[in-house]
């Protein structure tokens, strides 16, 4: 399939749903590389942004530089931390506002998370742009009203994760 023939994808991810969903599964990492071939082996990549909480930490900032070598653009919220004890970094409304605002320029959107706030989100974007959105995220850690709303729910599998053996990164 020539790049003419592709959809136009647009990418979103959650990282820090990703992230602890993928650790508390599997114990492993998403791995962002197989993740990015299999989508531009498939689309045209419109877009892809990755939202992540800055914490100015060294291991964090690589791993950020590492997703913008990949393709991504990434977008930083700071984490805040509450006099109670409590924490706040969640980009749900950042998530939406941007996938709103691509829908008219692509063919099909990639969400990868599995908060269940975001049912409602792909079920506006099928019914007013009929656009559809999959969805990628641990099978168990996924809600299932996330599921039910995604135009395909892939469960992240050996494939999208990285092994021990397997931390050479391929930039774009």
Not at 32 to 50: H, K, L, P, T
Not at 139 to 149: G, S
Request: include cysteine.
């Amino acid at each position: 399939m020539s790049a003419v023939d592709k959809l136009r994808v647009g990418i979103f991810v959650d990282v820090q749903n990703i992230y602890y969903t993928c650790k508390e599964s599997y114990k492993k990492n998403f791995d962002y590389n197989a993740f990015w071939a299999q989508m531009s082996e498939r689309y045209e990549i419109d877009c892809a942004i990755a939202y992540a909480i800055y914490r100015g930490d060294e291991k964090q900032s690589q791993f950020q530089n590492i997703l913008r070598a990949i393709g991504f653009e990434v977008k930083l919220k700071p984490f805040i931390q509450r006099r109670d004890g409590s924490a706040k970094g969640d980009w749900d409304v950042g998530i939406t506002i941007d996938m709103l605002e691509h829908a008219k320029q692509l063919d099909k959107m990639v969400l990868l998370s599995g908060d269940g706030d975001f049912a409602l989100l792909l079920g506006h974007l099928a019914n007013k742009y009929q656009l559809p959105c999959d969805v990628y995220g641990a099978e168990h850690l996924t809600a299932d009203i996330l599921k039910q709303a995604a135009a395909e729910f892939h469960c992240i599998d050996d494939s999208l994760l990285l092994s021990r053996k397997k931390k050479i990164f391929h930039f774009k």
